[in-house]
């Protein structure tokens, strides 16, 4: 209860105060990258319950001669990794918190598809809510492994308090400070997880 109300309290706090730079970043994608502005995909939620996730754009749209979406790394703009170094693009994430999709911190939501590979252990991750920001983001975010990250997401939900959720906040704007494991080694974001015995 305390945690729902703390997400929905801060979540209309910052979009208050960020008005002016939402609207701005909505500009620039706009003009930068076309419509749509927002990135929407659907995404595990508590349970592994599916919601649909809003993001401002980092990538444009291009596709090989087979009709086959380009890499990520292709795709990504110089503007779109200066959105992720800042963490700008979560910006329209807030509306996941006040719908109560999502949390302010939590482990971050990843891709339907990544659902049946996980092994028990692993989907206890889908215990709470996800996050905008979580311990895993403060402790390597997309430099690390993805065996790392997913040890980051299970203490978290076993060790999780309102205590621990300010610690992260306060981790999590000293990483965008200082711009700190935006993307995996020799990656544009973070390699794909193709399951424990690959």
């Avoid at 508590?46 to 980092?58: A, L, V």
């Amino acid at each position: 209860m305390i945690k729902r109300l703390f997400d929905f309290l801060f979540s209309i706090s910052v979009l208050i105060v960020l008005i002016p730079v939402i609207l701005v970043v909505a500009l620039l994608v706009l003009i930068k990258m076309g419509w749509p502005i927002v990135f929407t995909q659907l995404r595990p939620g508590k349970g592994g319950k599916p919601f649909t996730i809003y993001k401002f754009r980092s990538m444009i749209y291009r596709w090989d001669k087979r009709g086959v979406l380009l890499p990520d790394a292709k795709r990504l703009t110089q503007f779109g990794q200066f959105l992720r170094s800042t963490s700008c693009d979560e910006l329209p994430a807030l509306w996941n918190v006040l719908k109560g999709e999502m949390s302010i911190v939590g482990p971050r939501p990843l891709l339907m598809e990544y659902l049946p590979l996980y092994n028990e252990k692993q989907s206890r991750r889908h215990d709470v809510k996800p996050g905008i920001t979580g311990w895993a983001q403060v402790n390597g975010r997309n430099a690390i492994s993805w065996q790392e990250k997913f040890d980051l997401d299970v203490w978290y939900v076993e060790n999780q308090s309102f205590f621990l959720d300010l610690k992260i906040l306060l981790m999590t704007a000293k990483k965008i400070i200082i711009r700190d494991g935006i993307s995996g080694d020799g990656e544009a974001t973070m390699s794909k997880f193709t399951g424990n015995n690959k």
